[in-house]
Every structure is written in structure tokens, then in C-alpha cells.
């Protein structure tokens, strides 16, 4: 029964997803490394079960390879630094947040990461759209943010400029789901079930 569902979500998103040059739904995500600003680390504590950002403390960067997103289920969350980009999948997002996905601690079985391209900003805008996703960060400190100042994943994955992409990833890497752009009602309702599936809760 699992495998047959499993099979058929495949087969809805494999026949509606559109491929970049480097993402491809079945394959391995192709690696990159985002040296420039990079991967945000809060200081943090835990409270009620959740990773709570520790009040007085700042943000640190530190060299983020996608090679960290195996061993779990996750979500990279890809958007350009323009105003609107957010509003693309937010409907997306807010299924995933509706989920109540295991997420909340640093070991959890499963992440979403985002990443914003700086360098896909308004001329002079890039500094305040860091600012604020610095912001997003503290507010939920158990999600993974990453900055791209040189838009080294849209290069590397073939991404669109000005939008906002998904991928979800298998624990090995491996491509489950792919869009560039907004996903429809059934891509976001297809995609939750995939991801409640492959952690193995009750849908």
C-alpha cells in the first residue's frame, strides 16, 4: 500500500515538473558551496521540545555545503532577494508549517532549508533583504537559512532569476520533487503527502 502510494505521487510530480539544467526529479542534487556570507548559525536554546534563538546574541556565518542536506528529509526553499518572490509559494510554505513536521531540534528528522540570493537583488536592496532574512532566522531559529551572495545555486542548478523555486530531497540527496516557479494546489498537496510519507507519519 505504501509503495504503491509513494509510487503514484511520483508519477504526478515526475509527469508536471519542470527541469533546470541541473536539478533533475530521480537524480542527485548536484553539490555546490556557498562560500560568501554562507550558512547562518544562531546561538540558541531549547524550550518546550523547539530551538529558541538566545536573546542578545547575533548571527554567524560559517561555508555551507549542500552536502549537509543528506540524512534527513528536507525541503530547499530557493528565492531571489525581490520584493514578492516570498508570495510565490507561500501558500507552500504555510502547508508545510500546517504539517507540524518533526523539525524542531537540531537532530530532527527533517529540515527545510532556505536560501536567498543576494545577489539576485534591486541595486542597493541586498543589505536590507540580508537584514531581514537575519530576522526570519531569530524568529525560527530550528530552520536552516542560507545567504548566497553570488548566486552560486541558481547558477549551479540552472534556477530562474527573479522567482522562487522547491526541491525535496530523499535522505541520500536524491531529487524527489522539482518546480521553478509557483506550484499549484495539487503540486502543494502531492508534495506534503510525499514528505509525511517518506517520514512515515499518518496522513
Not at 67 to 90: M, P
Not at 99 to 120: G, Q, R, V
Not at 123 to 132: L, V
Not at 172 to 180: A, I, M, P, Q, W
Amino acid at each position: 500500500m505504501k509503495k504503491s502510494l509513494l509510487l503514484a505521487l511520483m508519477v504526478v510530480f515526475i509527469a508536471g515538473t519542470t527541469y533546470a539544467n541541473g536539478v533533475k526529479v530521480g537524480e542527485k542534487l548536484p553539490l555546490i558551496d556557498i562560500e560568501q556570507k554562507g550558512f547562518m548559525v544562531p546561538e540558541y536554546d531549547i524550550k518546550d521540545g523547539k530551538m529558541i534563538f538566545k536573546a542578545g546574541t547575533e548571527i554567524n556565518y560559517k561555508k555551507w555545503s549542500s552536502s549537509e542536506l543528506t540524512g534527513r528529509i528536507g525541503v530547499v526553499y530557493h528565492l531571489a532577494a525581490r520584493s514578492g518572490s516570498d508570495e510565490i509559494n507561500k501558500p507552500f510554505i504555510d502547508a508545510l508549517i500546517a504539517a507540524d513536521l518533526p523539525e524542531y531540534l537540531p537532530e530532527s528528522p527533517y529540515k527545510t532549508t532556505t536560501i536567498l540570493n543576494t545577489d539576485d537583488a534591486f541595486w542597493g536592496t541586498s543589505g536590507i533583504a540580508s537584514g531581514r532574512f537575519e530576522a526570519s532566522q531569530k524568529d525560527v531559529a530550528y530552520a536552516c537559512y542560507a545567504n548566497d551572495e553570488n548566486g552560486v545555486a541558481q547558477k549551479a542548478w540552472g534556477l530562474k532569476t527573479k522567482g522562487s523555486a522547491v526541491i525535496i530531497l530523499d535522505k541520500d540527496g536524491t531529487v524527489l520533487y522539482f518546480k521553478d516557479g509557483k506550484m499549484t494546489q495539487g503540486e502543494i498537496e502531492n508534495a506534503v503527502k510525499l514528505i509525511k510519507h517518506k517520514l512515515g507519519m499518518n496522513m
